[in-house]
């Protein structure tokens, strides 16, 4: 079964700073990944996915993923974080099984900007 | 498009009260999903349909949660009788069913059972 597991649960960074969050997964057969943002008392909204077609797949808000099979890892970075940047981050991971696949969160990353 | 509509937006509830939660997913969209938000458990799925069919409900806690979706512009999660610790953010999610396609979310229903 596949999963994903976000390296720190809480990230702080200053404005203008790098943005690098965590994301590992695991799958027996090669996986399509999303991010998800969550600002409060909202849903998720889809930042980014990777469908095989390019490992660095480049989302909306300045933000971009590397998928990296031999590290089985899909960080997310942005070159200088916003203070709208502060949210919540999900990672997500479904196979390729069928179109009735599930998908999986992550346990989510807090991202707080420093000004 | 007016996304995914959950109704209601927030629910307070006694204990032992039944609660019913409903979803309205995307025109078009024929996978819809439940999750369950608390901060100590994460982002939890429930349950999934797809063509309006239960595709797997292991995630459901127990029995006293039940989901139907009778249609393909309608969903609900219910749950009979409530405990406090069913107190979360519920979230309905739909998706086209093309296995790369992402998930569009609801705003969820805030439950809290006293």
């Known amino acids: 079964a596949q999963s994903v597991t976000q390296l720190g649960s809480h990230v702080s960074v200053s404005e203008g700073a790098l943005v690098l969050l965590r994301c590992n997964y695991s799958?027996?057969?090669?996986?399509?990944l999303f991010w998800y943002v969550q600002y409060p008392n909202q849903g998720l909204q889809l930042l980014l996915k990777?469908?095989?077609?390019?490992?660095l797949v480049k989302g909306i808000n300045g933000f971009e993923a590397e998928f990296k099979k031999s590290e089985t890892s899909f960080h997310l970075t942005k070159p200088s974080a916003h203070m709208s940047d502060a949210a919540e981050y999900f990672c997500?991971?479904?196979?390729?099984?069928?179109?009735?696949?599930?998908?999986?969160f992550g346990s989510g990353t807090r991202l707080s900007i420093r000004p | 498009d007016a996304g995914v509509i959950q109704s209601p937006r927030h629910e307070v509830t006694e204990m032992g009260q039944e609660v019913t939660l409903r979803c309205k997913p995307i025109?078009?969209?024929?996978?819809l999903f439940w999750y369950r938000q608390t901060m100590m458990r994460g982002l939890e799925l429930l349950i999934y349909?797809?063509?309006?069919?239960?595709?797997?409900d292991s995630g459901m806690p127990e029995d006293r949660f039940s989901a139907k979706m009778p249609n393909a512009s309608f969903s609900t999660l219910k749950i009979q009788p409530s405990e406090p610790r069913d107190s979360a953010v519920y979230f309905c999610?739909?998706?086209?069913?093309?296995?790369?396609?992402?998930?569009?979310f609801g705003n969820g229903t805030r439950l809290t059972v006293t």
């Open positions: 799958s027996s057969v090669p996986p399509y």
């Open positions: 025109s078009g969209h024929n996978s």
């Open positions: 990777y469908t095989s077609a390019a490992t």
């Open positions: 349909f797809n063509n309006n069919v239960p595709i797997d």
């Open positions: 997500a991971v479904s196979d390729r099984g069928s179109s009735a696949s599930k998908i999986i």
């Open positions: 999610a739909s998706r086209i069913g093309t296995v790369d396609s992402p998930l569009h």
